[in-house]
């Protein structure tokens, strides 16, 4: 028995277990450790088309491995470093014994020589290491998905600007093609880190305040989703979406209404009703400057609720002919604002938000209609016919990339609906109590890992026959009457703390001219947060998040003294403006 291959396995099943299963089940005859006349040990590879490849073998290998870290690591060692090939571990371990801070990813198309590696060198400390990101054998559609998600996870931002890609040039020299389209993969998602999560203006931060205390004036009046945590245990919810694969659904959809929980996107709640399909609800959360036009020149029942995020633009929930049921974000500023509404993770897209919803009102089934999240195959849509422009303008507009389909090939979608279907993904993971079926055809859409593809003659079966018992809006409207005066009062309180606090770190935040060089900065700025209030410290961080993330990102990793001094006249600026914004927002009060 290896010893040391199952120690190696051992320390990969704590870190995936699926990727060790696969690993252990490998057969490598065809791969070798030979053993040069030098005493170096390399790797043989006997394939059918390109004969013997070997991989290692060059004179004086280990000090060749030592030059390419010396040039690559810096002074403090630190840093994003994408490694490219596995080898026999060679330049991994050689890296690890320097490495001190930062994220590693090692890419290695084939399996195989990352279990020979995990044969040949005792792995087991770097596989455990929370830093280490093993991708391995992934198929290149899932590249972007995946680099995002150790974008996201790893809270990396302070090692981003300083990336640095170490690699093995025979391996690299066998599969030249992949690992270009890995390069590819990362700077999309590099650039989806810090555009789509991080994000670059902390003004649209500021509107979202905005519009979330001008909001606050109709919540007396709304429905307070809190009585009716539970309700619908044992209904089947239905999430319908605007994707292309919606239409054909339709005339079924209008005649089984009854049997299900409805909640559909905004953008396809116009297109529900003139198909005479009424649905429980609709959900919103975008602040975009149109989305007011998606509840404009048509009816609206005075019971279709607007199940909606408080940052929505005021004019929507002002004017909205229906029910209004709002649902507080587990963010800021949700996070201190007293207890009145449930507080959800509600993803990114009006879906999340919905399918959250179906959750707490206790259903245990939920099916997806229209959530294609790819181009529609052959006219390659985005949205379903007659779907509003600037919905379909903004979706085609973006980069075709190939994701997996419901038959096991590929279909394209991009980026962003990559992100959404992600969520989705997650939300399934965190429910393991419910059963998530997509109501679509094989040969369209994405596919949602953990929700059932199914037929619509299969869910029709499956779904229940009764019609759905709703629940009484009275009793919503009763309970938010109840709780209104105390949340008010609690409110205001908690607003002016948050106002005193603020105004104390206005006074201090000039404080930070005195740095002059990148160490003096963390200093002032450690100091400046010992010296804030809580409450006002961590709203503060969370408003100029895009801007100081990115800028002590840079203070870390990139800036010399120079480039800190020559840079941060501009950024205190702008920190000293953001902080007059939130103050002007907070004392105007709702």
């Known amino acids: 028995m290896n010893t040391i291959y199952q120690k190696n396995l051992a320390a990969l099943q704590e870190r995936d277990l699926d990727l060790a299963q696969f690993i252990d089940s490998l057969e490598t005859q065809a791969y070798s450790v030979q053993t040069a006349a030098s005493g170096q040990s390399y790797l043989e590879i006997k394939t059918e088309n390109k004969g013997i490849i070997r991989i290692g073998d060059q ?89 995002s998600k150790i974008m996201i996870a790893a809270n990396n931002s302070n090692h981003l600007p300083k990336l640095y890609l170490l690699q093995d ?4 020299a066998l599969s030249q093609s992949y690992y270009e389209q890995v390069a590819l993969a990362l700077k999309t998602a590099v650039g989806f880190f810090w555009d789509g999560v991080v994000g670059d203006s902390y003004h649209d931060t500021l509107l979202g305040f905005q519009y979330s205390f001008q909001n606050l004036k109709q919540y007396q009046k709304s429905l307070n989703l809190t009585a009716w945590k539970g309700v619908a245990k044992g209904q089947v919810g239905l999430v319908v979406s605007s994707g292309p694969s919606l239409l054909n659904k339709l005339p079924w959809l209008k005649e089984n209404q009854d049997r299900f929980v409805i909640i559909c996107a905004d953008s396809a709640l116009k297109l529900l009703l ?72 509600i993803g990114m897209s009006c879906a999340h938000l919905n399918i959250m919803v179906l959750l707490y009102l206790g259903c245990e089934r939920i099916a997806f209609m229209g959530q294609d999240l790819a181009f529609e195959r ?54 393991p109590g419910a059963a998530f079926y997509n109501v679509i055809e094989k040969e369209q859409g994405a596919r949602i890992l953990g929700a059932s593809r199914i037929d619509l003659i299969d869910f029709e079966k499956m779904s229940a026959n009764d019609r759905v018992v709703l629940p009484d809006f009275k009793q919503a409207q009763d309970f938010m009457q109840k709780k209104w005066p105390d949340f008010k009062d609690s409110l205001q309180q908690s607003l002016q703390n948050l106002i005193d606090g603020l105004e104390q770190l206005r006074g201090m935040w000039p404080d930070l001219e005195q740095a002059q060089t990148k160490q003096r900065y963390f200093e002032c700025l450690s100091n400046l947060e010992q010296r804030t209030p809580d409450l006002a410290w961590s709203v503060f961080c969370e408003v100029f998040c895009s801007r100081k993330k990115r800028f002590d990102a840079n203070v870390e990793s990139v800036f010399s003294d120079d480039d800190f001094q ?25």
Not at 389 to 414: C, L
């Open 274 to 345: 003139e198909h005479g399909i009424k649905p429980f609800g609709a959900g919103c959360m975008e602040r975009h400057e149109r989305v007011p036009i998606l509840f404009k020149d048509y009816t609206i029942p005075d019971d279709v609720i607007l199940f909606h995020s408080p940052q929505i633009m005021p004019e929507i929930p002002e004017n909205y002919q229906g029910q209004l049921a709002p649902v507080f974000r587990d963010v800021l500023p949700f996070s201190f604002f007293p207890d009145l509404l449930p507080r959800f993770n």
């Open 59 to 147: 004179p004086n290998q280990t000090g060749r491995v030592q030059t390419l870290i010396e040039q690559q690591l810096d002074q403090q060692n630190q840093g994003f470093f994408l490694i490219f090939g596995a080898g026999l571990g060679n330049l991994l371990t050689e890296f690890f014994s320097n490495f001190k801070k930062g994220v590693c990813i090692l890419v290695e198309r084939d399996a195989r020589i990352f279990k020979m590696a995990m044969q040949t060198q005792d792995l087991s400390s770097i596989l455990a290491h929370p830093g280490f990101y093993p991708l391995v054998a992934i198929k290149p559609e899932h590249l972007v998905s995946r680099l």
């Open 378 to 431: 052959e006219s390659l849509k985005s949205h379903y016919e007659g779907m509003y422009d600037y919905a379909t303008e903004s979706d085609q507009s973006k980069q075709h990339v190939p994701v997996v389909d419901n038959q096991g090939g590929s279909i394209m979608s991009h980026e962003k609906w990559i992100q959404f279907r992600e969520f989705i993904e997650l939300i399934i993971t965190h429910n």
């Open 566 to 590: 020559k840079n941060s006249p501009g950024y205190i600026k702008e920190g000293q403006s953001c902080l007059e914004e939130l103050l002007k927002i907070l004392k105007k009060g709702f």
């Open 169 to 172: 040039p025979q391996v690299v």
